[in-house]
């Protein structure tokens, strides 16, 4: 029976994706022997899949503009930046050998735009440093005596000691990349709490069915507001994707790492921002007035897609086929408050098989956010997405990852080597 004190200079880091790659490497780059245990066959197999194969690696931004883009404790990440900011980031990418560019929106990528060369870079860089990787090494438990960590055991039954261990094994979405919970299991046998986890950063769907009509449509420059208990609870303007289950696109994306716990909202899409209601009248008046005998869905192709343009009245509560010069004052404004307020019930959200992040994980109270460390088992810690921050779409959530990942690796690094003296 495995019965070690865990008093070794060894750390372990379970996962070898975004956060993990980093823990694993700046803790060898901080005199530890590391071992990284990937359950999968390669390493940073969600790294692969972001930013549609391209790797939007990080967002380069300052500290605080960073931190606006996270809506749940972004305090805590104030260390891990500190260590590892987002140029940090493109430095250490640059010594290992992948260089990258700035697009819109600050979003940072690979020069060649492919995501594996991001993987391949942290790879080198662990390899250089002495990094020990094993693949198909999936972890069945961690070991600890007295609150202290002392290894990890494998589900082949082999027991390896350690004299600390990183959890990184990320959330629940993208299962198919290995994201199963197992952290989350780890983290409650271990006495930490975990808040409720739900799929984020993934398409809403919708009461109504009219959106199934628009399917594929994507209509830009709208604003999107969302509303829970009478408050705004999220109001940007983008691009919204219209699907058979209800919208997506970037402004539904973010919508959803807003919503409550208590669900329906309500949402209503301004198609007309850039425009008062007085302002969307007097246009309309005109555009009715020259239109003559024509009919109001032909008309209303001067401000809407001819597919929206043909749904659009009915959502209206008007007749399409009304010749306009018969489009009564009445009508007339129910149209222009359906434009600038059109009304949907967000039911729910797609599954974690489309979910970019999971939402929730393991509550940061009980994590020294100056270490990445437990509170509760010496020698312990976790980072990347299996914690509960996350953040909007535009590279936060990867920066998120390699930043508290490699602030738990020089961590773990320390605590390790001073456990071993």
Same mark, same amino acid.
């Given at each position: 029976m495995y019965t070690s004190t865990g008093k070794t200079n060894e750390v372990i880091v379970i996962g070898g994706g975004a956060a993990g790659m980093l823990a694993a490497l700046f803790a060898a780059r901080n005199g530890a022997s590391v071992t990284l245990l990937e359950k999968n066959e390669k390493l940073g197999k969600k790294v692969y899949i972001t930013g549609k194969g391209r790797c939007n690696c990080t967002n380069l931004c300052d500290t605080q503009d960073f931190l606006q883009e996270v809506p749940r404790n972004p305090r805590f990440l104030y260390s891990a930046l500190k260590l590892l900011n987002p140029e940090g980031l493109l430095q250490l990418l640059k010594e290992l050998g992948c260089e990258t560019k700035i697009e819109r929106g600050r979003r940072a990528f690979p020069v060649s735009d492919h995501a594996s060369d991001i993987t391949r870079a942290f790879e080198k860089g662990m390899r250089q440093a002495g990094v020990k990787i094993r693949f198909h090494a999936a972890v069945k438990a961690i070991l600890r005596a007295e609150n202290r960590v002392t290894g990890v055991q494998l589900t082949n039954g082999e027991t390896l000691p350690a004299g600390a261990v990183i959890v990184c094994t990320g959330g629940l979405s993208y299962p198919s990349t290995g994201s199963t919970g197992d952290g989350y299991v780890w983290a409650r046998e271990t006495s930490h709490p975990v808040t409720a986890c739900r799929p984020s950063l993934v398409g809403l769907e919708t009461q109504e069915t009219w959106p199934t009509q628009l399917q594929g449509l994507t209509m830009k420059n709208i604003c999107l507001n969302a509303r829970s208990c009478g408050k705004i609870i999220?109001?940007?303007?983008? =691009?919204?994707l219209f699907t058979h289950y209800g919208i997506s696109g970037p402004l539904a994306i973010e919508c959803s790492a807003h919503l409550p716990d208590d669900l329906p909202v309500s949402v209503t899409l301004d198609l007309k921002p850039g425009l008062t209601e007085d302002q969307l009248q007097k246009r309309l008046a005109r555009e009715l007035t020259a239109a003559g005998k024509k009919q109001l869905a032909t008309v209303l192709q001067s401000l809407l897609p001819s597919r929206f343009a043909a749904l659009f009245p009915l959502l209206c509560g008007v007749e399409g086929k009304t010749p306009c010069s018969q489009v009564s004052g009445k009508m007339r404004t129910q149209i222009v408050q359906t434009f600038k307020a059109l009304p949907l019930t967000v039911t729910g959200t797609r599954d974690y098989?489309?979910?970019?992040?999971?939402?929730?994980?393991?509550?940061?109270?009980?994590?020294?956010?100056?270490?990445? =460390?437990?509170?509760?088992?010496s020698g312990l810690y976790f980072a990347g997405e299996v914690i509960d921050v996350d953040a909007h779409t535009g590279g936060y959530n990867l920066q998120i990852a390699w930043s508290t990942g490699a602030l738990a690796g020089k961590s773990a690094a320390n605590r390790a080597l001073s456990e071993q003296a």
């Open positions: 999220y109001s940007e303007q983008g =691009e919204t098989r489309e979910a970019i992040i999971t939402r929730g994980g393991v509550d940061v109270k009980s994590l020294n956010a100056a270490t990445m =460390e437990s509170k509760n088992v």
